[in-house]
């Protein structure tokens, strides 16, 4: 600015000169340039030397999960993991600032269920309606993992998840299906309206199928029972549910009867208690991981 200044200011006298000009670029912008020249090398040079010593994303966000269990109850604040390029970006600003005091992440098993719960509740999208791949969230790693093409001639008739902060008889959340028109993205948080539950049991134990529908979705608020839902719809799920396992090994399914929205709301307090007496113990180490 000095030079800008400078320069004008001469340029409007008419003695002013090739040697006048020359001299305010010497006298001012030839050693600002040459300072901040020097001072881009620098930190061209600090950047260099930090990106070489870095973790990788996938290895700091694995870091992050490993130590989220210590991090909790001692922090206030929480930021929570997700997965795919914005998780390893998350998980990097975690880890970054660790040594500083800042707060940690939170597993996605963790998140709050909400004042509203068990009314509704926030449900974590694993699988979109329609799809043969079944994602499961690795807990070790921050991610969503693709567990398995399904071995059978079918595919979840709905979108299917779980709810956090609970812990059913087979190790692990409460596994749920959400009823939609169109498919919900896989590692999304959606808040929705339990409607039922179907028994069921598989090589693991106790792995009850909820079924709910989307909160804010206009086309399913007069569905608020199990009498609300269609029958064919209820033997559909049943009916996959036996069947999408049966060309995999060592792997069996027997399903039961529904359960109403009532004794649905209790099964998910149930599973939460379970959640918070197996978090007092410490860590949850969830048979999926």
Known sequence: SIVATTCIRDSKRK???????????SKYLAPRLSQGLSRASGLAASARRTLSTMPSPIKLAAKTARRTSSAIGSKGKKIMLVGGVAGAMVATAAVASADVGTPMAVSVYDVPLGRKMPDVVPCFIEVSRGSRNKYEWDNNMGFLKLDRVLHSAVFYPHNYGFFPQTLCGDGDPLDVL???????????????????????????GMDEKVLAVVSKDPHYVEMKSLRDVPEHVLREIAHFFSTYKALEKKKWVKVGGWRGTEDTLKLIEETHDSYKKKKLEGPIEYAGN
């Open 15 to 25: 003695d002013t000169d090739e040697a006048t000009m020359l001299h305010a670029f």
């Open 178 to 204: 959400v009823m939609g028109d169109l498919p919900l993205v896989p590692g999304s948080l959606v808040d929705v309206r339990p409607i039922a539950y179907m028994v069921m049991e598989d090589e693991k």
